[in-house]
């Protein structure tokens, strides 16, 4: 329940929010320490499990009525999610918190001998990895194996200094020309 600050009228939000964000620190620590939640195809080897708090704007003093917390959990496809998707459920329940689900694709994780693999590491010369982070391939696997590729790093993404540089989008063109050309011969 909204309300100044300073009358005591109000009902926090966020006091409700605290059991279940302990809860979730909790998960978080053990997907980040234990061995047995690990993915050594990925660098860091750890499923991403990332909080951010939203108050919907209420300013510092007003007792704000709705406090959302968003979780990124991005994992790989050799981690069962759905024991830390039941500690959530139940946190939640504990808590008395409505929880929504929205579950995206799955990690575009194409076999390093598929073929379109093998294309895009003979154009560029550099061996296949796996990504940690997610993109659009995670949806448009459905239509068409995908792989990452093309210019710009996941060192500055969403940082103050994202950008991609006008020489490294002129460098992609051509390399995503010969990929697209060899692919249509081979298909």
Wanted: proline share 8%; net charge negative.
């Amino acid at each position: 329940m909204q309300a100044h600050s300073s009358t005591g009228l109000g009902r926090n939000a966020n006091w409700a929010l605290i059991p279940f964000l302990a809860e979730m620190r909790e998960i978080h620590r053990q997907l980040v320490e234990d061995p047995a939640l690990h993915d050594a195809a990925y660098d860091p080897p750890f499923t991403d499990f990332n909080l951010v708090l939203d108050n919907h704007g209420t300013a510092v003093n007003v007792t704000p009525a709705l406090a959302t917390c968003r979780i990124k959990f991005r994992a790989s496809r050799s981690l069962d999610r759905a024991p830390i998707l039941e500690r959530v459920r139940a946190a939640a329940a504990r808590a008395g918190l409505e929880l929504t689900i929205a579950a995206e694709g799955t990690p575009p994780e194409l076999p390093a001998d598929h073929p379109l693999i093998a294309l895009a590491g003979r154009l560029t010369g550099a061996a296949p990895r796996t990504a940690a982070f997610g993109t659009d391939a995670s949806e448009l696997q459905a239509l068409a194996p995908c792989v990452i590729l093309g210019p710009g790093g996941i060192e500055t993404a969403h940082t103050p200094h994202e950008c991609v540089t006008v020489a490294a989008l002129e460098a992609a063109v051509p390399l995503l020309a010969r990929l697209l050309a060899e692919a249509a011969r081979t298909a």
